[in-house]
C-alpha cells in the first residue's frame, strides 16, 4: 500500500508558502482514501501557422529561365585560400547601358535576396526592391542600367554549396571555401568586366549588400564613382555575429544536416534553418513595430491555450520560418552569414580611418534608429571615420522608422527620397544628419 503526506493549503488570500501540517508527520494516508483529481492536456496535436498581413519583403524562389547567368570559366581564388575551377553568376538587369558606359548601378543584395529586385519580361513577378527601381524611381531605370547579383555563395543561381562540382558530378557542401566579403565583391567584378562596364556610377547595398558596397569605392577607386550604404556597418558587431553563430549552430544542431552532405537525402534540415529564420526574423524587426502591429494579441479567443503558439507574434515569427525554409538553401546561410561575421574595413590596417582613406569618392550612409542587428550608431561611426580619413563628400541620413533593420526594404518615401538625390545630384560638400519622421 502506498501513502503521501497531505500538505496543508493556505486561505485564498494569505502568503502563498506551503507548510506541512502535523497531520502530514503523524499520520500516513492511504492514496484510496483522497479525493484526487488531475486535468492535464489531452496531448499536443500538430502546431497551426495561420497566414499573415502586414508590410513584407518579397522574395521569390527563381527557376533557371528567370535570370541571365555569367560563366566565368578560369579558376577562381578565395581571400582565404580556397580554389574553385570555376564559378558562375545570376543576374538581372534593367534599363540600357549608354554609350559611354557610366550609368551602370551595382546593386548588391542582403543576405536573403536573390538577383530579382524588380520584375522584368522573363520574371513579372515583383521583386524585392519592386517600388525603388524603374521609371522615375529612386532608381530612375530611363538613366541608369541596373545590374543585380545574387551573391557568390547564394543558392539561387550563382555558385554555392549546392552547386555540382565538375570535378566530382556532386555539390560541393561543405567543401565548398570559406567565403568572404571580398570574394563576394571580386566575383561581381568580374562580370561587369564581361558586361563592359569600367566605371559604376554607383554601387548600392544594405546590410550585407552595404558592406559590399563600401568595399566595392575602396578596392575599386577607379571603377566606382558614387557609394551607398545602408543599416550596415565597417565591422561586424559582437551583437551581431553573436546572432548570427545561433542561427548557424540551429542549423548545424539538425541531425538532418549531416555535415552539409544532406543533398542526397530525402530529408534537409528544414527544421534547423526555421528556427534560424525565426532567430533572424526577431534581428531583422523593432519591437515598437511588434509592440504596434501585434502587442499580446491571441491568435484565437475561443481555441484552448496549449504549449503551441497563442499570440499572433509567435505565429508571425513560425510563418516566417515555414516559408523562408521551402526558398533557402541551410548551407548557404552558414556561408554568408559567416563571411558577414568575419567583415572588417580595418583588416590589417593601423586603425578604420586609415583603411577608408581610399574611399574617395561622394558616400551616402543611411541607417535606422530602431534596427538592432545594425544599430545606427555603427552607421553614425562610419560617416565619421569617412570624413576623418578625408573625405569632404560625405552625406548621411538617418531614420525614424518602425521597421527596425528592414526599413531598407520597406520605407519608401524615406529610402527612396534619398536615394534619387544622391544618385542624380553631383554632391561636392558633407551632408550632415537629418531625421525622418517614422514611417
Given at each position: 500500500m502506498f501513502f503521501i503526506k497531505r500538505a496543508l493549503v493556505l486561505p485564498r488570500r494569505s502568503v502563498c508558502v506551503l507548510k506541512w501540517s502535523k497531520l502530514a508527520y503523524s499520520t500516513n494516508i492511504p492514496i484510496e482514501d483522497l479525493d484526487l483529481e488531475f486535468k492535464g492536456l489531452d496531448g499536443i496535436?500538430?502546431?497551426?501557422?495561420?497566414?499573415?498581413?502586414?508590410?513584407?519583403?518579397?522574395?521569390?524562389?527563381?527557376?533557371?529561365n528567370m535570370y541571365k547567368s555569367f560563366h566565368y570559366e578560369n579558376k577562381f581564388t578565395f581571400k582565404l585560400g580556397g580554389v574553385l575551377p570555376e564559378i558562375k553568376l545570376?543576374?538581372?538587369?534593367?534599363?540600357?547601358?549608354?554609350?559611354?558606359?557610366?550609368?551602370?548601378?551595382?546593386?548588391?543584395?542582403?543576405?536573403?535576396?536573390?538577383?530579382?529586385?524588380?520584375?522584368?519580361?522573363?520574371?513579372?513577378?515583383?521583386?524585392?526592391?519592386?517600388?525603388?527601381?524603374?521609371?522615375?524611381?529612386?532608381?530612375?531605370t530611363e538613366k541608369f542600367y541596373v545590374i543585380c547579383v545574387n551573391h557568390l555563395g547564394s543558392c539561387f543561381g550563382?555558385?554555392?554549396?549546392?552547386?555540382?562540382?565538375?570535378?566530382?558530378?556532386?555539390?560541393?557542401?561543405?567543401?565548398?571555401?570559406?567565403?568572404?566579403?571580398?570574394?563576394?565583391?571580386?566575383?561581381?567584378?568580374l562580370l561587369l568586366d564581361h558586361l563592359g562596364v569600367d566605371r559604376l556610377h554607383a554601387s548600392v547595398g544594405s546590410s550585407l549588400g552595404g558592406m559590399c558596397s563600401l568595399l566595392s569605392g575602396l578596392k575599386y577607386p577607379l571603377r566606382v564613382s558614387k557609394v551607398i550604404a545602408?543599416?550596415?556597418?565597417?565591422?561586424?558587431?559582437?551583437?551581431?555575429?553573436a546572432m548570427r553563430y545561433l542561427?548557424?549552430?540551429?542549423?548545424?544542431?539538425?541531425?538532418?544536416?549531416n555535415n552539409g552532405f544532406y543533398y542526397d537525402q530525402k530529408e534537409h534540415p528544414i527544421n534547423g534553418l526555421r528556427l534560424a529564420r525565426e532567430i533572424a526574423t526577431v534581428t531583422y524587426r523593432s519591437g515598437p513595430e511588434w509592440k504596434e502591429r501585434f502587442g499580446r494579441k491571441k491568435m484565437s479567443d475561443?481555441?484552448?491555450?496549449?504549449?503551441?503558439?497563442?499570440?499572433?507574434?509567435?505565429?508571425?515569427?513560425?510563418?516566417?520560418?515555414?516559408?523562408?525554409?521551402?526558398?533557402?538553401?541551410?548551407?548557404?546561410?552558414?556561408?554568408?552569414?559567416?563571411a558577414m561575421d568575419l567583415f572588417d574595413l580595418a583588416e590589417g590596417c593601423d586603425s578604420m580611418v586609415d583603411?577608408?582613406?581610399h574611399l574617395k569618392c561622394p558616400v551616402?550612409?543611411?541607417?535606422?534608429?530602431?534596427?538592432?542587428?545594425?544599430?545606427?550608431?555603427?552607421?553614425?561611426?562610419?560617416?565619421?571615420?569617412?570624413?576623418?580619413?578625408?573625405?569632404?563628400?560625405?552625406?548621411?541620413?538617418?531614420?525614424?522608422?518602425?521597421?527596425?533593420?528592414?526599413?531598407?526594404?520597406?520605407?519608401?518615401?524615406?529610402?527612396?527620397?534619398?536615394?534619387?538625390?544622391?544618385?542624380e545630384t553631383k554632391l561636392n560638400k558633407t551632408g550632415e544628419i537629418s531625421k525622418s519622421k517614422k514611417k
Open positions: 496535436s500538430k502546431c497551426t501557422i495561420q497566414s499573415i498581413e502586414g508590410p513584407e519583403p518579397v522574395y521569390l524562389k527563381l527557376k533557371e545570376a543576374y538581372e538587369t534593367w534599363g540600357h547601358l549608354n554609350e559611354k558606359k557610366d550609368n551602370a548601378i551595382l546593386l548588391f543584395t542582403g543576405l536573403s535576396a536573390n538577383s530579382h529586385a524588380k520584375r522584368n519580361a522573363n520574371n513579372l513577378q515583383p521583386g524585392w526592391w519592386e517600388d525603388f527601381i524603374g521609371e522615375k524611381m529612386a532608381i530612375d550563382s555558385s554555392g554549396p549546392y552547386s555540382i562540382s565538375p570535378i566530382t558530378k556532386k555539390p560541393y557542401a561543405t567543401t565548398f571555401p570559406i567565403i568572404t566579403v571580398d570574394d563576394m565583391v571580386k566575383a561581381q567584378f545602408i543599416s550596415t556597418c565597417a565591422r561586424a558587431e559582437p551583437s551581431s555575429i542561427q548557424r549552430k540551429a542549423i548545424m544542431l539538425d541531425p538532418k544536416w475561443t481555441e484552448p491555450i496549449t504549449l503551441c503558439p497563442s499570440f499572433e507574434i509567435e505565429n508571425y515569427l513560425n510563418h516566417q520560418g515555414e516559408t523562408f525554409s521551402t526558398k533557402y538553401d541551410p548551407n548557404s546561410l552558414l556561408y554568408l552569414s559567416k583603411a577608408l582613406q551616402l550612409i543611411m541607417g535606422s534608429q530602431t534596427d538592432i542587428l545594425f544599430p545606427v550608431k555603427q552607421q553614425r561611426d562610419l560617416s565619421k571615420w569617412i570624413k576623418e580619413a578625408g573625405n569632404s563628400q560625405v552625406s548621411y541620413f538617418e531614420m525614424d522608422s518602425l521597421y527596425g533593420h528592414d526599413t531598407f526594404l520597406l520605407n519608401l518615401n524615406d529610402v527612396g527620397t534619398a536615394l534619387k538625390g544622391f544618385l
